[in-house]
């Protein structure tokens, strides 16, 4: 499958800080990616970096085979863009800046906007300085899809979201991604939507990929292992890819990054345990990673 | 995020004897200042010109920390902040001690204080204090309606020998300290109704900074004034109407713009242009110029010559600066149209968007010039003034636009506010010193307090308008 995305070593410091280090991964085209990572990881500054809102101090990023930023007028018409705090022209009525936003397009499907104006409950002759922050997000989305991107941004998009809006979101998006034909990149700290909507998940800690590959291949690798020990377990436990560890004297629950390099039958014979392995969820996957 | 108030912020921030120590510098000098000017009798202009600085400067502390006051207050976060009570009283007493003891340090060296002239001026400055808490622009307004209201009749105190400070107000002194003071308690008591502890407040916040700044605002907003989007919304309307709004680029370029300087560049315009037809009008801003044409007969005017040529200088200054708005817009304008803007590359798409920069400038300047020539043609002025002053135009307009590039292009943006600020400092004290009768020695001194008390206010308003226009 064609990629439409392609990052290879990308690294970008603000103030000698350096936020992404050395990134390399591609995205199919229609695939959707979910990006995962705690505050400050460098989500945005990833979802920036691709779209050329950065430029990279080192390393390459194309998209549709173009290199950023060099893309091509063509190339951008088909990337949609959402910003985790909604760039508007909070002077503008709702109507204006669809209007506005709608003279860029050669493609606009004006029956999604709309739907999406309708189901979303906005007022078309609304103020957008007077709309509230979750209300600036659901327009910014209707932006965004409204051109019918083949690549589809998202940073943090359901973030300023309530529970009804999240879902009708997340029913959109994958609506729109029925026929394969749109990638979508998105940002989120909600792990269970993106386990929802993505098949692929991009994790991200301290500036460095984690993990990249499907979602349920990363929760076969990780997994805690519990351990009650008949005797005294030893100061240093022999288990590779250790995550997280709490031991106390006779027990202990360590998470680890591949359940796969861990031999059970041997580790519970050498401490001579009843060993339990619990499978995680991609919360608890998350919460393990950064506790 | 730093505060508008950087300067204050920063004192702030430090220990209690550097607030402290700022505040007795503040009213040694304002003081000196007084005593150097009680010493050397010189015609009126010079007491008047004084008043108008001392109680400026006052004005621009005061509106620092009342903002400063009334933003930690309003929040729904800062009272998370460790230290919260504590900046608000360090708030509240600095706002005490500027109110108090600058203008009574003023008026007492000038040997006009009064039991009841101090009364009346501390209570209109806790009355500016509490309307400034509320809205700043508000009390900006009334703070500096007063100070030309005082400057006024102590011009009329010095042209009628026995007379006293407020002698000729219609209205007993008692009557109208006594309605502030009312008015003052009202207002303070919606204010504490609104935003006081009955308040339904967060208990826990997320945060990885704890500068209250940063807490103050889940998202700071931008264009908050009702005049900017206003007027953006008519000149959007108007401009594609008229077909002057052509492109996409000019209406993202149009929307960080802070409209309220082109508002008052708006006034201006219209009424020139009026008194180019209407005598009446023409007749005040003859008024207004006057000082220029008889510096040696000033003196004999009325007081309000005087306040008219320092409102002049002001709007002067106003005209002669470069809107640095149009620049700092160019970074939210390239990454709002970035991804929409159909062209190819980008070098080809910073080289379209420049260009469109460039036009706005170019209109820019073209416009305020024909303003300030339209006010120097109507004041019939002639000779050096008038080069000095076209010049003078030139100069400053080139040298805003210089510190606005460098404003939004260079990182050490303290030094940029810096000169930026001193530049206006220059500019406004050789007006003011073309403007007043005063010898070239005490224009030194007027020149330096000048520029400290506009190197304040500019870095407060370049912080203010730098920081909402790039968070728009």
Redesign the interface.
């Given at each position: 499958m064609q990629n439409i995305i392609e990052v290879t070593q990308l690294t970008k410091s603000f103030k000698g800080q350096t936020v992404l280090n050395d990134i390399s991964f591609a995205v199919p085209k229609g695939s959707v990616v979910g990006l995962l990572g705690s505050?400050?990881a460098g989500k945005t500054t990833l979802l920036q970096s691709i779209?050329?809102?950065h430029l990279a101090d080192q390393g390459k990023v194309s998209i549709c085979g173009e290199y950023v930023?060099?893309?091509?007028?063509a190339t951008?018409?088909k990337?949609g863009?959402v910003s985790q705090?909604s760039?508007l022209?909070?002077?503008?009525t709702v109507q204006q800046i669809i209007d506005?936003?709608r003279?860029?397009?050669t493609r606009w499907n004006a029956n999604l906007v709309n739907f999406l104006i309708n189901d979303w409950a906005l007022n078309s002759s609304q103020?957008i300085?007077k709309l509230s922050?979750g209300q600036r997000q659901k327009l910014s989305i209707i932006l965004a899809i409204a051109p019918e991107p083949d690549l589809l941004i998202l940073d943090e998009p359901v973030a300023s979201l309530d529970p009804i809006s999240r879902r009708k979101f997340i029913k959109t998006l994958l609506e729109l991604n029925t026929n394969d034909a749109q990638t979508v990149v998105f940002s989120t700290h909600i792990t269970s939507d993106l386990e929802r909507i993505a098949a692929e998940v991009l994790l991200l800690k301290d500036g460095s990929i984690y993990f990249h590959g499907d979602i349920d291949e990363l929760k076969e690798k990780v997994a805690k292992v519990h351990i009650v020990a008949n005797q005294k377990l030893p100061n240093q436990l022999n288990i590779p890819g250790v995550i997280n560890l709490i031991k106390t004297e006779h027990q202990a629950s360590v998470t680890v990054e591949n359940i796969n390099d861990v031999n059970i039958d041997q580790l519970s014979e050498q401490l001579d345990a009843n060993i339990r392995i619990e499978p995680l969820s991609l919360d608890d996957i998350f919460v393990e990673l950064h506790s | 995020m730093r505060s508008s108030f950087a300067v204050f912020n920063v004192l702030l921030k430090n220990s209690g004897l550097v607030i402290f120590l700022t505040a007795l510098a503040t009213i040694l000098a304002t003081a000196a200042f007084a005593g150097f000017f009680k010493e050397t009798p010189k015609p009126n202009n010079q007491a008047i010109v004084l008043v108008v600085q001392g109680l400026i400067i006052t004005m621009s502390l005061l509106l620092s920390w009342a903002q400063r006051f009334g933003k930690l207050i309003r929040s729904g976060f800062n009272h998370l902040k460790v230290g919260f009570n504590q900046s608000i009283w360090v708030s509240l007493l600095m706002m005490i001690s500027v109110f108090l003891l600058i203008p009574s340090f003023t008026i007492m060296a000038l040997g006009f204080g009064t039991p009841l002239q101090l009364s009346l001026v501390v209570t209109i400055a806790v009355f500016c204090t509490i309307i400034t808490i509320i809205s700043s622009i508000a009390g900006a307004i009334l703070m500096a309606s007063t100070v030309l209201y005082l400057t006024t009749e102590l011009a009329r105190v010095e042209k009628n020998p026995g007379s006293a400070f407020f002698d000729f107000l219609t209205i007993n002194p008692y009557f109208i300290l006594a309605f502030i003071l009312v008015l003052s308690l009202i207002i303070l008591q919606l204010y504490i109704q609104t935003y006081g502890p009955n308040r339904p407040r967060k208990r826990t916040a997320q945060t990885?900074s704890n500068e209250e700044i940063s807490l103050r605002l889940?998202?700071p907003?931008?264009?908050t004034s009702f005049f900017?989007?206003g007027w953006?919304?008519v000149k959007?309307q108007i401009g594609r109407r008229l077909g002057a709004i052509r492109n996409?680029k000019d209406?993202?370029l149009l929307?960080g713009q802070y409209q309220t300087i082109a508002i008052l560049r708006g006034v201006l315009l219209l009424t020139f242009v009026t008194g180019l037809f209407y005598q009446p009008i023409n007749e005040i801003v003859i008024g207004f110029i006057d000082g220029f044409q008889n510096h040696a007969s000033a003196v004999e005017k009325e007081a309000p010559v005087n306040l008219v040529q320092f409102l002049l200088v002001m709007l002067l200054s106003v005209l002669a600066s470069y809107d640095t708005s149009l620049l700092t817009k160019v970074h939210?304008a390239q990454?709002?149209l970035?991804?929409?803007?159909?062209?190819?590359?980008?070098s080809n798409f910073k080289r379209s968007l420049m260009a469109t920069v460039l036009k706005s400038s170019l209109v820019e300047v073209t416009i305020t010039f024909l303003i300030f020539w339209l006010i120097l043609r109507q004041s019939s002025l002639t000779g050096d003034y008038y080069w000095v002053l076209i010049s003078g135009f030139f100069a400053f307009k080139f040298y805003s636009a210089f510190m606005g590039v460098l404003l939004i292009r260079s990182k050490v943006s303290h030094l940029i506010y810096f000169l930026v600020t001193l530049g206006y400092g220059v500019f406004f004290a050789a007006i003011l010193y073309l403007t007043a009768t005063i010898e070239f020695s005490d224009s030194l001194v007027l020149s330096g307090f000048s520029l400290v008390m506009l190197m304040i206010l500019g870095v407060c308003i370049y912080r203010f308008s730098r920081q909402s226009i790039l968070n728009?």
């Open positions: 505050n400050g779209i050329g809102l930023p060099n893309l091509s007028a951008k018409q990337i863009y705090e760039e022209l909070t002077w503008m506005y936003t003279s860029f397009y103020k300085h922050t | 990885e889940k998202k907003n931008a264009l900017d989007r953006i919304q959007y996409a209406i993202a929307s939210f990454r709002y970035w991804l929409k803007l159909p062209v190819d590359g980008f728009t």
